[in-house]
Nanobody, 122 residues
Framework: QVQLVESGGGSVQAGGSLRLSCVASGRTASENGMGWFRQGPGKKREFVATIDSNGGSEYYADSVKGRFTISRDIVKNTVYLQMNRLNPEDTAVYYC???????????????WGQGTQVTVSS
């Protein structure tokens, strides 16, 4: 089992920045690929970004590419999502996810965090 705890959500004006954190614990936490999904109001949950177990390979959704950066602190078992140039369309609950594959998260990850709200006002 892997436990995921997110933090760092909040409210920000358009053009601003936020950084989300996700601390992973559990026997295989350090071996798993990790990433982020989000679910906006009235929308389906969607993939945002993923990173492999070594922190050397990243992949982003087109909607956030160039604005968001995912990173990983191997020692702290923590994944970060730096979000810059936020716009109202980024308003959503952001979920940290972890998968048994070290390459990154699949469309249906094995483990989920509880979610953290990000609200961007215009």
């Amino acid at each position: 089992q892997v436990q995921l705890v997110e933090s760092g959500g909040g409210s920000v004006q358009a053009g601003g920045s936020l950084r989300l954190s996700c601390v992973a614990s559990g026997r295989t936490a350090s071996e798993n690929g990790m990433g982020w999904f989000r679910q906006g109001p009235g929308k389906k949950r969607e993939f945002v970004a993923t990173i492999d177990s070594n922190g050397g390979s990243e992949y982003y959704a087109d909607s956030v590419k160039g604005r968001f950066t995912i990173s990983r602190d191997i020692v702290k078992n923590t994944v970060y999502l730096q979000m810059n140039r936020l716009n109202p369309e980024d308003t959503a609950v952001y979920y940290c996810a972890s998968d048994s594959s070290p390459r990154g998260i699949s469309p249906s990850p094995d483990y989920w965090g509880q979610g953290t709200q990000v609200t961007v006002s215009s």
